[in-house]
């Protein structure tokens, strides 16, 4: 239903608005002689335009340009901001916390641990500084206490940066994510991969004995927001337990789904809860929980070094600020309350778009806070990998970009923060549904 040469004219033509628009951003980005790949970090260049704006300021739900342009930010880091940038209670913390880091543990980190378990469901927690780190240490953690070498993922998955998840399900079995720069080992060695809502597939390769977790989120996102299909998390977990493998839920995306993530929404009952990003209000942090049964075995292992060089553990991880905007993320702004009017914006912004491609063969999920539309119906990782189209993806940001609203530049998603408002919502439906409507005639 899209005409090709019709979607390649907006797109030059959005591109050219794009440029013309950022000039100081363009000077930049083309002055920087320091940087590998001209930015911070790298993934910055994943950008619809020809290079990246240039960031001033950010505040609540909106950011600013260093070319003065300002944008309703549906983005929120990719969940890094979900708290909303900047939050008072987060920055007020932050300036009154004497002593960043020390190698000292600090009361609010009892509070904070306390807290996601409340949550979480799971009791014991420990932090890092991201979640890649939560999810390494918790692999590692849970090869310790079983013994096996293998991890298991799903296909198209996202934990981060963890060697092991960069893998995906070829023709030919699985194999390394196109693009992995440098790995270790072929992860065909340490991890076993199946399609997310097979739960034929995963009882296949549990059978092997030599898995020692399945690490998933609750529900896939960043390949789109795939959900579970009925009864498939309980069959993940019958299976994991009947195996003797360890169940790790990463919700450090799927934490929109409400203030305990999926795992308290649905219900879930891992055995170890990984997250990051969100939690401390846009400082760095990660964190796992586990539970007390696993908990006494890790501990059970005294030939195990868990406060020395063993592989879990960092000098900054814990430090007293980050855990200091954890305690005033989760106390002050990311509340139950503040989830329930979150999801109520989520629910206004689906509607939106699904009014807006309801003549197209497209979906719109919602988890949460957080809504994504996507070019097809996919039901697990390798179809909505199938389902992604480039140029589609740089129309509707580059659309949405050059009259104020910005989503998340790896896809097409929304996250709704306790700053979002109803008008920015309606705004958002305006122009998707502009952008729809010159695209299609």
Same mark, same amino acid.
């Given at each position: ?14 591109? #050219? ?81 004497? %002593? ?72 030919? %079995? ?37 898995? #020692? ?10 390949? %789109? ?39 308290? #929404? ?20 990660? #964190? ?93 990782? %390798? ?59």
């Amino acid at each position: 239903m899209i005409e090709h040469a019709r979607l390649s004219a907006l797109l030059q033509r959005e591109r #050219a608005a794009y440029e013309a628009r950022l000039p100081r951003s363009r000077a930049a980005y083309q002055a920087s002689g320091s940087l590998l790949g001209r930015v911070p970090m790298t993934w910055m260049n994943k950008v619809a335009g020809p290079f990246p704006a240039y960031l001033d300021r950010a505040f609540g739900a909106r950011v600013r340009d260093i070319d003065g342009h300002e944008y309703v930010d549906f983005c929120l880091g990719d969940t890094g901001a979900m708290a909303g940038h900047a939050p008072e209670p987060v920055a007020r913390a932050v300036r009154e916390r004497a %002593g960043y880091t020390a190698m000292l543990p600090t009361a609010d980190a009892e509070w904070v641990g306390a807290e996601l378990a409340r949550r979480f469901k799971v009791d014991l927690w420990s932090f890092s500084l991201t979640a890649t780190d939560a999810n390494r240490w918790a692999i590692r953690l849970a090869r310790q206490v079983t013994g096996r070498p293998r991890i298991l993922v799903f296909n198209y998955c996202y934990h981060g940066s963890v060697d092991e998840t960069l893998i995906t399900l070829g023709p030919d %079995g699985p194999r390394p994510r196109s693009g992995n720069v440098g790995p270790p080992v072929d992860p065909a060695v340490t991890t076993r991969v199946v399609e997310f809502n097979d739960a034929d597939a995963l009882r296949a390769e549990l059978a092997h004995g030599d898995v #020692a977790c399945v690490l998933m989120e609750p529900a896939l996102t960043n390949i %789109g927001i795939v959900l579970p299909a009925p009864g498939f998390l309980d069959e993940v977990r019958r299976l994991t337990r009947e195996h003797g493998t360890l169940l790790i839920n990463d919700e450090t995306h799927t934490f929109s789904a409400g203030p305990g993530g999926c795992t308290r #929404a649905w219900n879930l009952d891992p055995d170890i809860v990984t997250i990051g990003k969100a939690i401390a209000g846009g400082v760095p942090i990660g #964190a796992y929980g586990v539970t007390h049964e696993v908990a006494e075995r890790i501990l059970a292992q005294k030939d195990a070094d868990l406060v020395d060089v063993g592989g879990v553990g960092g000098t900054l991880a814990g430090n007293a600020l980050s855990i200091a905007a954890a305690r005033a993320t989760l106390e002050e702004v990311l509340t139950d309350e503040a989830f329930k009017r979150m999801i109520e914006l989520s629910e206004r912004f689906t509607s939106g778009v699904r009014s807006a491609i309801e003549h197209l063969p497209w979906t719109v999920t919602q988890l949460g806070a957080r809504t994504e539309y996507r070019f097809g119906a996919p039901a697990n990782g %390798g179809e909505s990998a199938a389902a992604s189209d480039d140029d589609l993806d740089d129309y509707f940001h580059l659309y949405l970009h050059n009259r104020g609203v910005l989503m998340t530049p790896f896809h097409n998603m929304a996250l709704m923060c306790p700053a979002t408002t109803a008008q920015d919502v309606d705004l958002h439906t305006e122009l998707f549904t502009a952008a729809v409507r010159e695209l299609t005639g």
